[in-house]
């Protein structure tokens, strides 16, 4: 009884997520989506294959990292860097993955207590440890070759499905003839390859490197496919296709300047300028004012506005607030490269970047390296008192010895003068 209860409580609350009032204009239903008179509609069935199509996304990925990019990076001379191992202590261990990675100094000094090391020796530890974690170059680069391949290859395949297209070229051809509008095989794919994608990134969150816009990376990620599977399911798929492929036409200049960057050419300075002006002209301008006055201002005109109309919106909208934050570091990367003083991108890893990592792993040699000279002068330092000593002692030696003789003959002659003061008249010496 209690499942019976339960099912029914299920199949209402599913009735009412797919109401129609909910995600369809007032005059359309669900089965003015189904399959007829020629037309084939995106049906929410087609969006379970982007799961195992994930996968085989992460396994195409691995493969290629390991047997195309790696090798690549070798050649463009990037290699693996070596971390020094930090040594075993449970104390510091404990503390480094439950608490804080970068503890404070009155922490230091308890920890310094509890592990029985100096606090220079738990400062050192942790440098170490933080070290061992921190992602190579070589990681980066790979990392960036993967998602440079795919966003070209996103790219020109959607340039080859939208180019032909009447709404490609005028945004009111989006709406005509909604909803009554049949799906493409090339829509199909595009759309299945760039969800399947953002879900794979999403997979791989715990061991991609983390920067800076973690956080804004996975609420685009989430944003993205919110916004695809939506768009899919009411039939917004041109509209869909036109925000996917103004994406991707920055996000290739991107990744392109992050590979010249890590292999330390100076493309990647024009690639980074190339890739601002599109950024700007693509996310700041041509989305706002085109795609999203596209899906704000004329669909009224055919429907009036329900609550899918406004979820799409604000979906879009969020994506232009991560635009708006995005362009505000890219502005301040341009604004330190004019002036000569960028060293490094605003997006870097939110550990410590390859140059801080640098510069710690040098002043930890000359740290150590004068630990040890002082060790050294220490060692020669007392080897150098100790001979000092024995000779000393030995000096004294001789003149205690010396002293002893001249003593001996002073009182050898004191008492021959005694005895022959003292000596009989009749006495010959």
Not at 419 to 426: L, T
Request: with cysteine; aromatic share 18%; glycine share 4%.
């Amino acid at each position: 009884m209690s499942s019976e209860k339960g099912g029914g409580m299920f199949y209402t609350l599913y009735e009412w997520f797919w109401s129609d009032r909910i995600w369809l204009p007032g005059n359309l239903t669900w089965a003015d989506l189904e399959d007829k008179d020629g037309r084939i509609y995106a049906k929410v069935s087609h969006l379970y294959v982007t799961v195992p199509y994930a996968f085989i996304f992460l396994f195409i990925r691995y493969l290629f990292e390991r047997w195309i990019a790696t090798p690549f990076a070798i050649f463009a001379g990037i290699k693996q860097r070596i971390h020094r191992k930090a040594e075993d202590n449970p104390v510091l261990e404990f503390y480094y993955t439950t608490q804080y990675k970068n503890p404070t100094q009155a922490d230091i000094v308890g920890l310094s207590k509890k592990s029985t090391l100096s606090v220079r020796q738990v400062e050192r530890w942790f440098r170490k440890r933080r070290s061992q974690d921190r992602p190579g170059v070589l990681k980066k680069f790979t990392e960036a070759s993967w998602r440079f391949v795919f966003y070209l290859s996103a790219f020109f395949g959607g340039i080859a499905t939208l180019y032909d297209k009447e709404w490609f070229y005028d945004t009111r051809e989006v709406w005509t003839g909604f909803p009554k509008q049949s799906m493409l095989e090339s829509q199909y794919w595009y759309y299945i390859l760039e969800m399947s994608f953002y879900a794979s990134l999403l997979f791989s969150v715990t061991f991609d490197v983390k920067r800076k816009d973690f956080k804004e990376q996975i609420i685009h990620h989430l944003a993205t496919l919110v916004l695809l599977s939506f768009s899919w399911c009411v039939n917004f798929i041109r509209v869909g296709t036109l925000v996917m492929l103004v994406h991707d036409a920055s996000d290739v200049l991107l990744e392109s300047a992050k590979l010249f960057n890590y292999a330390k050419w100076e493309t990647c300075k024009t690639l980074f300028v190339l890739f601002a002006i599109v950024f700007m002209a693509t996310r700041l301008i041509i989305y706002p004012f085109w795609l999203i006055h596209c899906t704000w201002v004329y669909p009224i005109h055919y429907y009036p506005a329900f609550f899918g109309y406004y979820f799409f919106n604000v979906m879009l909208i969020i994506l232009l607030g991560l635009h708006i934050f995005w362009a505000y570091l890219i502005l301040r990367m341009i604004r330190k490269f004019m002036t000569g003083s960028m060293t490094r991108d605003e997006r870097s890893d939110n550990e410590e970047d390859d140059e801080e990592e640098e510069e710690e792993e040098k002043g930890e040699e000359e740290e150590e390296g004068d630990e040890e000279g002082r060790s050294t002068e220490d060692q020669v330092l007392k080897q150098h008192k100790l001979c000092n000593g024995l000779a000393a002692d030995e000096g004294r030696t001789k003149v205690d010895i010396a002293d002893y003789s001249l003593q001996q003959k002073i009182h050898t002659g004191h008492r021959l003068c005694t005895d022959i003061k003292h000596r009989p008249k009749n006495w010959q010496i």
